[in-house]
């Protein structure tokens, strides 16, 4: 019999796989529940925008045979939305599969990588499985602090360091000025990748003009993705805004023919819909404000975001109070998943969802109190 442990990659023996949180079907046949809402990964909730669906039939005619190497389509209708060369901008099958690709083709193993705390989880796991050396940066206020994070990137000599802005799970972002300032005193042959996928609930007037950047040959790779406004996370859809001669070495290490037909298809329905976009970002603000509010008054604190989400602190178990809503059907994110005990991260969507989740939680928390109370005494 093998033993694979003894020919396994090092880096994986004791690492384990990157776990999102808890799925819906888990969570219906252990509580019997007929339907579970899920607010505890960061979906578009608002769907796809309208008329998308309609068109995705349309890519299932040529299911039969492989989408074109190039992605040309979707690749030249994106580069116009953006305003940049088409030659910069790299399709893949969601986010994580162009991570995956970035640090195939920039880490070796014993570099070294920062990676800020809070953030998202899977930046260190692909990282760590690549043998890197993560170096986690803890962050007061749970806000990125640039300064530190580029002081540990120059005392590391790192090859790369994450940003998520607005950030997961916080939904903080940055200002203009400490970012061009980041970039400024970033060590010689360090390369920042920029994770933008809830840039699209910024407005643009906004936003970091992070593809001035890539246009001006700094040091800077740009994730976004289809899964978050355009409502299609179960379609897997991202790109990469990079300089274009960054683009040949990228795609030798991509994965051949790695977004479908009815990605594509739906990713160009989108594109042709995007007046529709503020919309559904000012639908967003007030369903997040919604639910901030509702929140405050029950006594938390939530913090401002940009994002899709809400982080609130519990002044309570995370775990008990995440277990208790999933009894009743709601599947909220428990902080302690991501290294903050005592928070919850909370999807938001439409508007009556929004309160019987503010009423739902409110209660479940109140009781979760009381029984910490009364086993404590």
Not at 348 to 358: F, H, I, Q
């Amino acid at each position: 019999m093998t033993h694979w442990r003894s020919v396994i990659r090092e880096p994986l023996v004791d690492l384990g796989p990157y776990v999102p949180g808890s799925g819906p079907e888990d969570v219906r046949r252990r509580h019997g529940l007929s339907e579970v809402v899920r607010l505890n990964w960061n979906e578009g909730l608002f769907g796809p925008l309208p008329g998308v669906l309609e068109e995705v039939a349309t890519g299932l005619d040529d299911a039969w045979a492989y989408p074109d190497r190039s992605f040309g389509e979707l690749r030249e209708r994106l580069a116009t939305w953006l305003g940049a060369d088409v030659d910069q901008v790299l399709l893949g099958h969601g986010i994580q599969a162009l991570l995956l690709t970035l640090v195939a083709a920039f880490v070796e193993p014993g570099d070294r990588v920062v990676v800020p705390h809070p953030t998202y989880g899977l930046y260190a796991q692909a990282c760590r499985v690549a043998g890197a050396r993560v170096e986690r940066v803890a962050c007061s206020d749970l806000a990125l602090d640039l300064d530190l994070i580029g002081a540990v990137a120059r005392e590391s000599d790192a090859r790369l360091v994450f940003v998520c802005d607005p950030n997961n799970p916080t939904g903080l972002r940055l200002g203009g000025a400490e970012w061009a300032a980041f970039l400024d005193a970033l060590p010689g042959g360090c390369v920042v990748v920029a994770d933008e996928a809830y840039a699209d609930y910024v407005p643009p007037g906004e936003r970091i003009d992070r593809l001035a950047d890539v246009a001006a040959g700094r040091p800077v790779l740009v994730l976004r993705t289809f899964s978050k406004i355009f409502g299609l996370a179960g379609l897997r859809l991202g790109y990469a805004v990079v300089d274009s001669a960054l683009t040949p070495y990228l795609n030798s290490v991509q994965v051949p023919f790695n977004v479908n037909h009815a990605a594509l298809a739906a990713g160009c329905a989108s594109l042709a819909r995007v007046h529709v976009v503020d919309e559904r970002r000012e639908a967003t603000r007030d369903a997040r404000r919604l639910l901030a509010g509702r929140l405050a008054a029950g006594g938390l604190r939530p913090l401002p975001s940009d994002a899709n989400f809400v982080l609130t602190p519990l002044d309570a178990d995370d775990i008990a109070v995440a277990e208790a809503l999933a009894r009743r059907g709601l599947l909220v994110r428990p902080g302690s998943e991501f290294g903050l005990p005592g928070y919850a991260r909370i999807t938001v969507g439409p508007p009556d969802l929004m309160e019987r989740v503010a009423d739902e939680l409110l209660q479940v928390r109140a009781s979760v109190r009381t029984s910490g109370s009364r086993s404590s005494t």
